[in-house]
């Protein structure tokens, strides 16, 4: 017999990681085909060169403080703010160019295998 499901409630905002060398991830919901992460940046950045370009889709908004998205082939980033959000199919390249320098960026990031 399956385990029951429980309802859970937390707060994207409490207890935020302090400033260090990596962005900080978090798993809050994982089911099959599903993973639902926050995310804290503290003025982080892809490192020079480097491309993500994931196996999985990938949904993601700035829930507090900002960043620079930038997405293989465009001329510039896409700045978000708070309720800024984007959709970045597997296999979509791209970069965090930067993350607000003054506080923590947080995010939330829903990663979903591309066959659901």
Do not use: K
Not at 28 to 55: C, K, M, N, Y
Not at 56 to 69: C, F, M, P, R, T
Request: hydrophobic content about 45%; overall charge negative.
């Amino acid at each position: 017999m399956p385990a029951p499901r429980v309802a859970r409630f937390g707060d994207l905002l409490a207890g935020l990681p302090a400033a260090g060398p990596a962005e900080h991830f978090a798993t809050l919901l994982e089911r099959p085909g599903l993973r639902i992460v926050r995310i804290v940046s503290h003025g982080h950045a892809t490192a020079d060169g480097e491309w993500f370009d994931q196996a999985d889709d990938e949904w993601v908004i700035v829930v507090s403080g900002s960043a620079e998205l930038r997405i293989a082939g465009e001329n510039a980033p896409r700045a978000l703010r708070p309720g800024g959000y984007a959709f970045l199919p597997a296999g979509c390249r791209h970069r965090l160019e930067a993350t607000d320098p003054d506080g923590p960026t947080v995010w939330l990031a829903i990663h979903m295998d591309v066959d659901l």
